[in-house]
């Protein structure tokens, strides 16, 4: 029994899509919505006969496709998202637990953590005082009383 053209557009639209899943770069996905529109297009009489005219229909809706992926592909990637790790602390609230002295290093807990602190402005910070976190220095965050 052999296939008919639609089966075989059809097994190779899947079979793309099935790619895409352990390569996302949105690329494989545009084939496989080419493959499967051009499988449901070849059941029209007139296309079913053309082979030649099959994959010009592939190719065009795979381009179109691709362009549509491309637009959803880069807004998607484009959302970085939230900081995470370290980066995560800039504009969080801690407390001194041990004095920053004078252009010196103290300690503040953020959530629970302990971090060597410097104030921004090199200033005195008492013990208990609240800050925020301005940014990161290597292993220290570097706060401002609030």
Same mark, same amino acid.
């Given at each position: 029994?052999?296939?008919?053209?639609?089966?075989?557009?059809?097994?190779?639209?899947?079979?793309?899509?099935?790619?895409?899943?352990?390569?996302?770069?949105?690329?494989?996905?545009?084939?496989?919505?080419?493959?499967?529109?051009?499988? /449901?297009?070849?059941?029209?009489?007139?296309?079913?006969?053309?082979?030649?005219?099959?994959? /010009?229909?592939?190719?065009?809706?795979?381009?179109?496709?691709?362009?549509?992926?491309?637009?959803? +592909?880069?807004?998607?990637?484009?959302?970085?998202?939230?900081?995470?790790?370290?980066?995560?602390?800039?504009?969080?609230?801690?407390?001194?637990?041990?004095?920053?002295? /004078?252009?010196?290093?103290?300690?503040?807990?953020?959530?629970?953590?302990?971090?060597?602190?410097?104030?921004?402005?090199?200033?005195?910070?008492?013990? +208990?005082?609240?800050?925020?976190?301005?940014?990161?220095? +290597?292993?220290?965050?570097?706060?401002?009383?609030?």
């Amino acid at each position: 029994m052999a296939l008919l053209p639609w089966q075989i557009w059809m097994i190779i639209g899947i079979g793309f899509i099935i790619i895409e899943i352990f390569d996302p770069a949105f690329f494989f996905i545009s084939l496989g919505i080419g493959a499967i529109i051009t499988s /449901l297009l070849s059941l029209i009489p007139f296309m079913g006969r053309n082979i030649a005219f099959q994959i /010009l229909v592939f190719a065009v809706l795979s381009f179109i496709s691709f362009l549509f992926m491309r637009k959803l +592909g880069k807004k998607l990637l484009a959302n970085t998202g939230s900081n995470t790790n370290v980066f995560a602390l800039k504009g969080k609230n801690g407390i001194v637990t041990k004095e920053i002295p /004078l252009e010196g290093k103290g300690y503040v807990k953020i959530g629970g953590e302990e971090w060597p602190a410097v104030e921004v402005d090199q200033k005195a910070i008492e013990l +208990g005082a609240k800050v925020i976190i301005e940014g990161i220095d +290597g292993n220290k965050v570097i706060v401002r009383k609030i």
